[in-house]
Protein backbone atom coordinates (compact mmCIF):
# COMPACT_ATOMS: atom_id res chain seq x y z
CA UNK A 1 0.00 0.00 0.00
CA UNK A 2 1.55 3.29 -1.03
CA UNK A 3 0.10 6.75 0.55
CA UNK A 4 -1.21 9.34 -2.24
CA UNK A 5 -1.17 12.79 -1.74
CA UNK A 6 -4.72 13.29 -1.83
CA UNK A 7 -5.98 9.96 -0.32
CA UNK A 8 -8.18 10.59 2.78
CA UNK A 9 -7.72 9.34 6.02
CA UNK A 10 -9.23 6.06 5.72
CA UNK A 11 -11.23 4.14 8.82
CA UNK A 12 -8.59 1.85 9.86
CA UNK A 13 -6.04 4.28 10.40
CA UNK A 14 -8.46 6.41 11.93
CA UNK A 15 -9.62 3.75 14.64
CA UNK A 16 -6.17 2.74 15.47
CA UNK A 17 -4.70 2.81 18.58
CA UNK A 18 -0.98 3.04 16.75
CA UNK A 19 -1.35 4.90 13.54
CA UNK A 20 -1.70 8.68 12.55
CA UNK A 21 -1.54 9.74 9.22
CA UNK A 22 0.67 12.53 9.18
CA UNK A 23 -1.57 14.87 6.78
CA UNK A 24 -3.80 15.57 9.46
CA UNK A 25 -0.62 17.88 10.65
CA UNK A 26 0.87 21.57 9.50
CA UNK A 27 3.44 19.69 7.98
CA UNK A 28 5.11 21.70 5.52
CA UNK A 29 7.16 18.62 3.73
CA UNK A 30 5.11 17.45 1.20
CA UNK A 31 6.35 13.70 0.95
CA UNK A 32 5.78 13.69 4.90
CA UNK A 33 2.04 14.25 4.24
CA UNK A 34 1.58 11.43 2.30
CA UNK A 35 2.90 9.20 5.34
CA UNK A 36 2.33 7.82 8.15
CA UNK A 37 3.53 7.70 11.85
CA UNK A 38 3.17 4.62 13.35
CA UNK A 39 4.06 2.69 16.25
CA UNK A 40 6.23 -0.63 14.79
CA UNK A 41 6.47 -3.87 17.00
CA UNK A 42 8.94 -2.41 19.72
CA UNK A 43 6.30 0.51 20.26
CA UNK A 44 8.79 2.91 18.52
CA UNK A 45 7.38 5.84 16.62
CA UNK A 46 8.91 5.58 13.46
CA UNK A 47 7.93 6.95 9.93
CA UNK A 48 6.19 4.73 7.95
CA UNK A 49 6.83 5.94 3.71
CA UNK A 50 4.99 3.09 2.25
CA UNK A 51 3.64 -0.42 3.44
CA UNK A 52 3.33 -3.23 0.95
CA UNK A 53 2.40 -6.76 0.97
CA UNK A 54 5.70 -7.74 -1.09
CA UNK A 55 7.91 -4.95 0.24
CA UNK A 56 6.98 -4.66 3.70
CA UNK A 57 6.81 -1.62 5.46
CA UNK A 58 9.38 1.69 4.75
CA UNK A 59 10.22 2.72 8.43
CA UNK A 60 12.34 5.60 8.78
CA UNK A 61 13.70 6.96 12.38
CA UNK A 62 12.71 10.52 13.17
CA UNK A 63 15.97 11.27 14.00
CA UNK A 64 16.93 9.78 10.54
CA UNK A 65 14.65 12.99 9.20
CA UNK A 66 17.45 15.48 8.90
CA UNK A 67 19.65 13.24 6.70
CA UNK A 68 16.85 12.04 4.67
CA UNK A 69 15.40 15.49 3.48
CA UNK A 70 19.08 17.55 4.22
CA UNK A 71 18.31 19.81 7.18
CA UNK A 72 20.14 21.88 8.91
CA UNK A 73 19.89 20.38 12.78
CA UNK A 74 21.65 24.14 14.16
CA UNK A 75 18.19 25.90 13.62
CA UNK A 76 15.60 22.71 13.33
CA UNK A 77 12.63 22.69 11.17
CA UNK A 78 9.57 23.55 12.20
CA UNK A 79 8.52 20.09 10.90
CA UNK A 80 11.23 17.64 12.77
CA UNK A 81 10.14 19.95 16.49
CA UNK A 82 6.61 19.07 15.79
CA UNK A 83 7.36 15.25 15.38
CA UNK A 84 9.58 14.97 17.51
CA UNK A 85 7.12 15.92 20.24
CA UNK A 86 4.29 14.29 18.28
CA UNK A 87 6.13 10.65 18.58
CA UNK A 88 6.40 11.16 22.17
CA UNK A 89 3.19 10.55 22.82
CA UNK A 90 2.45 6.72 23.97
CA UNK A 91 -0.44 6.52 21.83
CA UNK A 92 -2.39 7.93 18.80
CA UNK A 93 -6.14 7.12 19.25
CA UNK A 94 -8.36 9.88 18.08
CA UNK A 95 -9.44 10.35 21.83
CA UNK A 96 -5.40 10.80 23.36
CA UNK A 97 -4.79 12.77 19.95
CA UNK A 98 -7.37 15.70 20.24
CA UNK A 99 -5.92 16.14 24.39
CA UNK A 100 -2.57 15.92 23.38
CA UNK A 101 -2.57 18.01 20.19
CA UNK A 102 -4.29 20.83 21.59
CA UNK A 103 -1.90 20.59 24.62
CA UNK A 104 0.90 20.96 22.57
CA UNK A 105 -0.35 23.87 20.10
CA UNK A 106 -0.50 21.96 17.21
CA UNK A 107 -3.33 22.70 15.05
CA UNK A 108 -5.27 20.44 12.75
CA UNK A 109 -5.85 20.58 8.94
CA UNK A 110 -8.91 18.37 9.24
CA UNK A 111 -11.10 17.96 12.90
CA UNK A 112 -13.47 14.93 11.42
CA UNK A 113 -10.06 12.91 11.24
CA UNK A 114 -10.04 12.71 15.07
CA UNK A 115 -13.33 11.08 14.96
CA UNK A 116 -14.35 7.72 15.11
CA UNK A 117 -15.38 5.90 12.29
CA UNK A 118 -19.03 5.05 11.71
CA UNK A 119 -18.21 1.43 11.64
CA UNK A 120 -16.37 1.48 14.85
CA UNK A 121 -19.28 3.87 16.44
CA UNK A 122 -21.97 1.09 15.49
CA UNK A 123 -19.88 -1.69 16.82
CA UNK A 124 -19.10 0.39 20.19
CA UNK A 125 -22.63 0.28 21.07
CA UNK A 126 -22.56 -3.49 23.36
CA UNK A 127 -19.67 -2.05 25.29
CA UNK A 128 -21.40 1.49 25.41
CA UNK A 129 -24.87 -0.71 26.95
CA UNK A 130 -22.17 -1.35 30.08
CA UNK A 131 -22.12 2.03 31.22
CA UNK A 132 -25.63 2.86 30.24
CA UNK A 133 -27.67 0.28 30.97
CA UNK A 134 -27.26 0.91 35.02
CA UNK A 135 -28.43 4.53 34.80
CA UNK A 136 -31.58 3.62 32.12
CA UNK A 137 -32.53 0.86 34.81
CA UNK A 138 -32.38 3.72 37.10
CA UNK A 139 -35.13 5.68 35.40
CA UNK A 140 -36.80 3.16 33.40
CA UNK A 141 -36.77 -0.06 35.84
CA UNK A 142 -34.19 -2.38 34.07
CA UNK A 143 -37.20 -2.96 31.56
CA UNK A 144 -35.95 -5.30 28.70
CA UNK A 145 -37.65 -3.83 26.06
CA UNK A 146 -35.73 -0.45 25.97
CA UNK A 147 -34.14 -0.56 22.72
CA UNK A 148 -30.58 1.12 22.36
CA UNK A 149 -28.59 0.88 18.94
CA UNK A 150 -26.63 3.85 19.66
CA UNK A 151 -25.96 7.01 22.13
CA UNK A 152 -28.69 8.77 20.24
CA UNK A 153 -31.14 6.02 21.61
CA UNK A 154 -29.65 6.61 25.33
CA UNK A 155 -30.40 10.96 24.76
CA UNK A 156 -34.10 10.24 23.09
CA UNK A 157 -35.28 8.05 26.32
CA UNK A 158 -34.26 11.32 28.38
CA UNK A 159 -35.49 14.02 26.04
CA UNK A 160 -39.53 12.34 25.54
CA UNK A 161 -39.59 9.69 27.87
CA UNK A 162 -42.79 8.19 27.58
CA UNK A 163 -43.86 6.19 31.12
CA UNK A 164 -45.01 8.55 33.92
CA UNK A 165 -43.21 6.89 36.44
CA UNK A 166 -40.05 7.48 34.33
CA UNK A 167 -40.61 11.08 33.69
CA UNK A 168 -40.84 11.39 37.75
CA UNK A 169 -37.87 9.79 38.13
CA UNK A 170 -36.03 12.13 36.05
CA UNK A 171 -37.18 14.72 38.24
CA UNK A 172 -35.78 13.39 40.68
CA UNK A 173 -32.45 12.60 39.18
CA UNK A 174 -32.37 16.25 38.32
CA UNK A 175 -32.94 17.45 41.88
CA UNK A 176 -29.96 15.77 43.15
CA UNK A 177 -28.04 17.01 40.41
CA UNK A 178 -29.21 20.22 40.93
CA UNK A 179 -30.78 21.29 37.65
CA UNK A 180 -33.78 21.43 35.34
CA UNK A 181 -35.31 18.32 34.18
CA UNK A 182 -35.37 19.18 30.52
CA UNK A 183 -31.19 20.31 30.91
CA UNK A 184 -30.42 16.36 31.58
CA UNK A 185 -30.88 15.72 27.72
CA UNK A 186 -28.16 18.36 26.94
CA UNK A 187 -25.96 17.10 30.19
CA UNK A 188 -26.03 13.55 28.82
CA UNK A 189 -24.95 15.00 25.25
CA UNK A 190 -21.89 16.29 26.88
CA UNK A 191 -20.83 13.23 28.24
CA UNK A 192 -21.58 11.31 25.15
CA UNK A 193 -17.48 11.42 24.07
CA UNK A 194 -16.83 10.39 27.37
CA UNK A 195 -19.24 7.16 27.37
CA UNK A 196 -17.95 6.55 23.36
CA UNK A 197 -14.27 6.67 24.83
CA UNK A 198 -14.57 4.30 27.46
CA UNK A 199 -15.71 2.20 25.37
CA UNK A 200 -13.47 2.16 22.86
CA UNK A 201 -10.63 2.07 25.23
CA UNK A 202 -12.24 -1.45 26.54
CA UNK A 203 -13.00 -2.80 23.20
CA UNK A 204 -9.66 -1.85 22.41
CA UNK A 205 -8.15 -3.94 25.70
CA UNK A 206 -10.93 -7.24 25.18
CA UNK A 207 -8.63 -8.61 23.04
CA UNK A 208 -5.67 -8.06 25.17
CA UNK A 209 -7.29 -9.21 28.23
CA UNK A 210 -6.00 -12.19 30.76
CA UNK A 211 -9.49 -13.85 29.84
CA UNK A 212 -9.12 -13.88 25.94
CA UNK A 213 -7.22 -17.08 24.98
CA UNK A 214 -3.89 -16.72 23.88
CA UNK A 215 -3.82 -12.52 24.07
CA UNK A 216 -0.63 -12.54 25.16
CA UNK A 217 1.11 -15.00 22.63
CA UNK A 218 -0.64 -13.02 19.71
CA UNK A 219 0.66 -10.22 20.74
CA UNK A 220 3.93 -11.04 21.25
CA UNK A 221 4.15 -12.94 17.75
CA UNK A 222 2.00 -10.71 15.86
CA UNK A 223 2.78 -6.77 17.41
CA UNK A 224 -0.72 -5.96 17.08
CA UNK A 225 -4.01 -6.53 17.14
CA UNK A 226 -7.18 -5.74 15.42
CA UNK A 227 -10.97 -6.58 15.89
CA UNK A 228 -10.03 -9.58 18.03
CA UNK A 229 -7.67 -11.13 15.28
CA UNK A 230 -4.15 -10.38 15.20
CA UNK A 231 -2.18 -8.38 12.25
CA UNK A 232 1.33 -9.69 11.01
CA UNK A 233 3.29 -6.52 10.95
CA UNK A 234 6.85 -8.43 10.51
CA UNK A 235 7.71 -11.95 10.60
CA UNK A 236 8.65 -13.15 14.00
CA UNK A 237 12.58 -13.75 14.58
CA UNK A 238 12.37 -17.43 14.63
CA UNK A 239 10.83 -17.34 10.98
CA UNK A 240 14.27 -16.01 10.16
CA UNK A 241 16.32 -18.33 11.67
CA UNK A 242 17.94 -21.07 10.69
CA UNK A 243 19.37 -24.31 12.08
CA UNK A 244 22.91 -24.54 11.32
CA UNK A 245 24.01 -27.30 9.29
CA UNK A 246 25.15 -30.94 11.15
CA UNK A 247 26.76 -31.92 8.03
Not at 138 to 165: C, W
Request: hydrophobic share 35%.
Amino acid sequence: MSFSADAKVNDTDRDSLHILQLEILPLETPSLNRARLIKNVRLKSVIELFKDADTGSGQIDIEDLPHQFNWDMSDPPDDMVMLRKVGMLPSYDVYSLRISLREMDIPINDHEALRLSNSMNKELTSYMTGFTRPLISQIYGGEDDVAINSFDDVIKLFRDPDVKTSLEKIRIMANKLNIKPEEIPRIMEDYGEIFLSLSYYRRCWTPLSPSSPNSWRRWMIYGTITNSRPTRTCAPPWKKWKPPSMS
